[in-house]
């Protein structure tokens, strides 16, 4: 087996902790909407469905990585705070989007710094995750569209929780 370069190593495991990071977040999101207290089911589903895109990633990487020889070793995650008046729009700026972002620069900086197998493996990733960027966008723009409106709002709910079902 040809060596796996140290570099890669440090950039690999980082992309499993920040895919792993995403999960969390989504799946924290996704209880939150589900709260009877706040009961937005849609969002729910969409952050539901978010968090095991995430887990995927994070397996198909750790997976990845023990192919190439490296060890995989998850850093300690952060429990975002989700509480009281937490709207889907701060839940797209404050945390999707910012998460996604970091992502995705985490993709970029694998393919340019990787070898050559994992500049291959990273390209399929790099795509989707443009996709997904793209789609949270126009989330963000439908979402700030609302002004608060609790009639656009339910409706948005709905659009959302039927996304990718």
């Known amino acids: 087996m040809e060596a796996y370069p140290a570099v890669v190593n440090q950039l690999v495991s980082r992309q499993i902790n920040a895919e792993a990071q995403a999960a969390l977040t989504y799946r924290t999101l996704a209880s939150y909407f589900s709260h009877p207290s706040v009961s937005y089911p849609g969002f729910s589903r969409y952050f539901a469905r978010q968090s095991q895109e995430e887990e995927g990633h994070a397996k198909a990487f750790a997976d990845f990585h023990s192919l190439r020889g490296g060890w995989v070793c998850f850093g300690s995650l952060e429990s975002p705070l989700v509480s009281g ?32 197998p994992t500049q291959i493996f990273v390209e399929d990733f790099l795509l989707e995750q443009a996709k997904a960027l793209g789609e949270l966008n126009s989330l963000l723009t439908k979402a700030r569209r609302l002004n608060g409106d609790p009639v656009a709002l339910h409706l948005l709910d709905k659009e959302v929780g039927e996304m990718g079902a």
């Open 85 to 116: 008046d937490f709207s889907f729009l701060r839940a797209l700026e404050e945390m999707a989007l910012p998460l996604e972002n970091k992502v995705y620069d985490y993709l970029v900086q694998l393919q340019l710094e990787g070898d050559a």
